[in-house]
């Protein structure tokens, strides 16, 4: 798996006339390498050779994790190694946005080539899914789909928006993932308003909608889902205005496939919600790539230039937020493929009224 990676980073090295590429977004080292001690590490990759350098802290661990790479043992402020074996080099990329300055002038000042700045070059080769990568998300996406089960069990009126987000980080890690891959929202009533509203004391009310908004990294990769509840009751507003965002999610969710334009989903999304009034309230793009990271390439969005292609990974998630109202937002996480796409996240979109009054 690893190899066929940095085959391909050896590519757009010949591509983008590079002897080197430094890497030091943690990321893009856990992808080329399998490396899972984040940023305690720097890659140096080269036609023929590929130098992993970090400190004796993970010796073992880069033996097990990096089968193929060489461990030199240095970490900063040190880099007399990372230097001497970077001279050999004429033309070194290096990833512009996760270098400091510091490091960039120590670099420079002692090198011999040329330090060309990059952006998104491994990115861009983990825009599309392998199957274990692929297997990773549908496992995660499964985690997510039985906390909300769990959550759904235990919701009742008079909890706190806190407890509730606690309770759904419990499940998370209980049923296998190894962390949040974003800090939970659990919105209630007007705090529903807030599309990345902390969890507070507030107690949920009857009649309160409540947004949950999670998800848990497993073996590195995110999952990333959102359903929007009613507690004890749901007025007629609530409900119609439920159908509508709903009628807009199916319908980005039926333009996923491979050749269609990310823009052009979120503008047909944005059209469903219009027809109602509602787009005015949707203030956000419609989704985002999802992989080692929560938020990554591709955006779907109404200034995105991107095709999707098979086996992206992208969420479709429409919502709508009105101040001293409330808000809805629902979410699936998909898989791109040539003719549609693979929803991996199943809970029930329907509007779910918990029968959970006071006790």
């Not at 789909?145 to 209980?174: M, T």
């Amino acid at each position: 798996m690893h190899d066929n990676r940095i085959d391909r980073i050896r590519y757009k090295l010949e591509e983008n006339k590079l002897d080197a590429i430094l890497v030091s977004k943690p990321e893009n080292i856990r992808y080329l390498s399998g490396f899972t001690g984040g940023s305690d590490a720097v890659l140096l990759l080269s036609s023929q050779n590929q130098y992993i350098f970090t400190d004796s802290r993970y010796t073992e661990q880069v033996q097990r994790e990096c089968p193929g790479w060489d461990l030199r043992l240095e970490k900063p402020p040190g880099r007399e190694e990372l230097i001497n074996l970077s001279r050999l080099y004429k033309r070194i990329g290096f990833e512009s946005q996760f270098v400091t300055h510091y490091e960039y002038m120590e670099l420079n000042k002692n090198l011999i080539g040329q330090l060309i700045p990059l952006s998104g070059l491994v990115e861009e080769l983990r825009l599309i899914k392998d199957e274990e990568e692929l297997d990773y998300l549908r496992q995660a996406a499964h985690i997510g789909d039985r906390v909300y089960d769990e959550i759904c069990r235990i919701i009742r009126a008079e909890l706190s928006e806190k407890h509730i987000a606690n309770q759904i980080v419990y499940y998370l890690k209980e049923f296998g993932c190894d962390k949040e891959s974003f800090d939970t929202i659990s919105v209630s009533g007007d705090n529903a308003a807030l599309p990345h509203g902390h969890p507070g004391d507030k107690l949920i009310r009857p009649g309160d909608m409540l947004t949950l908004d999670y998800g848990g990294f497993l073996k590195g990769y995110a999952s990333d889902m959102t359903r929007t509840i009613a507690v004890a009751k749901a007025d007629q507003n609530l409900k119609d205005k439920y159908r509508m965002v709903l009628e807009a999610q199916i319908t980005g969710l039926s333009m996923v496939r491979e050749g269609v334009s990310c823009k052009e989903i979120d503008q047909t999304v944005r059209n469903c919600l219009k027809k109602y009034a509602l787009d005015k309230y949707f203030i956000h793009g419609t989704g985002h790539g999802v992989g080692l990271e929560i938020h990554e390439a591709p955006r779907v969005s109404f200034s995105s230039s991107e095709i999707l292609r098979k086996n992206m990974v992208i969420t479709i998630e429409p919502g709508i937020y009105i101040s001293g109202w409330g808000g809805i937002r629902i979410e699936d996480t998909v898989i791109v493929k040539d003719g549609g796409c693979e929803i991996i996240t199943h809970s029930d979109k329907e509007l779910l009224i918990i029968d959970g009054g006071i006790k």
